[in-house]
T-cell receptor
Framework: DQQVKQNSPSLSVQEGRISILNCDYTNSMFDYFLWYKKYPAEGPTFLISISSIKDKNEDGRFTVFLNKSAKHLSLHIVPSQPGDSAVYFCAARASGSARQLTFGSGTQLTVLP | GAGVSQSPSNKVTEKGKDVELRCDPISGHTALYWYRQRLGQGLEFLIYFQGNSAPDKSGLPSDRFSAERTGESVSTLTIQRTQQEDSAVYLC?????????????FGPGTRLTVT
């Protein structure tokens, strides 16, 4: 049972345009959400996070939106750059004693020059 | 400063053999996590250590998997009697503390192939 779902395995966007990556979750105990970026042969690197008490967090070109009622979050990258091409993972952490992250299956973003 | 390091970067082993994977976390990070990523899938939690507390082993898929950590330093993940379904990239991560707003920093992973 996948608690964090990224339904789009891939996304292609033109350079300079907006990239929108989506993530859905089912566990209402999740209270902290993160996006990681992964290049081939490297470990995931942290990108941006959001607490469940917020609905938006912005860091430069990256903005994460959280819709708790829909159990949906999205990552917006604007403007997209070719160096943004990577696999993006959505991750969530539950409140309480759990400390590990639950990851989605990832979305391969390709930014075309 | 130095990030999380893992060794070996690649490991090919025959079915039935034991393997040991190593992780060196970022100095000062009290929490350490092991995940694995099978081909085309997301990261799957295996185990985490927080300081001197008992580790959370809830993600280990079978008793063939075990992990140890000495204090707040190196960790080793051991897989006994490897099976082909154990083939995956094994990722280690560390964070300043477990939970809260503390991001996990990942190593490059060990790609394990069981033939």
């Amino acid at each position: 049972d996948q608690q964090v779902k990224q339904n789009s395995p891939s996304l292609s966007v033109q350079e300079g345009r907006i990239s929108i990556l989506n993530c859905d979750y089912t566990n209402s105990m999740f209270d902290y959400f993160l996006w990681y970026k992964k290049y081939p042969a490297e470990g995931p690197t942290f990108l941006i996070s959001i607490s469940s008490i917020k609905d938006k967090n912005e860091d430069g070109r990256f903005t994460v939106f959280l819709n708790k009622s829909a159990k949906h979050l999205s990552l917006h990258i604007v403007p997209s750059q070719p160096g943004d091409s990577a696999v993006y993972f959505c991750a969530a952490r539950a409140s309480g004693s759990a400390r590990q992250l639950t990851f989605g299956s990832g979305t391969q973003l390709t930014v075309l020059p | 400063g130095a990030g999380v390091s893992q060794s070996p970067s690649n490991k090919v082993t025959e079915k039935g053999k034991d393997v040991e994977l190593r992780c060196d976390p970022i100095s000062g990070h009290t929490a350490l996590y092991w995940y694995r990523q099978r081909l085309g899938q997301g990261l799957e939690f295996l185990i985490y250590f927080q300081g001197n507390s008992a580790p959370d082993k809830s993600g280990l898929p079978s008793d063939r998997f075990s992990a140890e950590r000495t204090g707040e330093s190196v960790s080793t993940l051991t897989i006994q009697r490897t099976q082909q379904e154990d083939s995956a990239v094994y990722l280690c991560a560390s964070s300043l503390r477990a939970g809260g707003p503390y991001e996990q920093y990942f190593g490059p992973g060990t790609r394990l192939t069981v033939t």
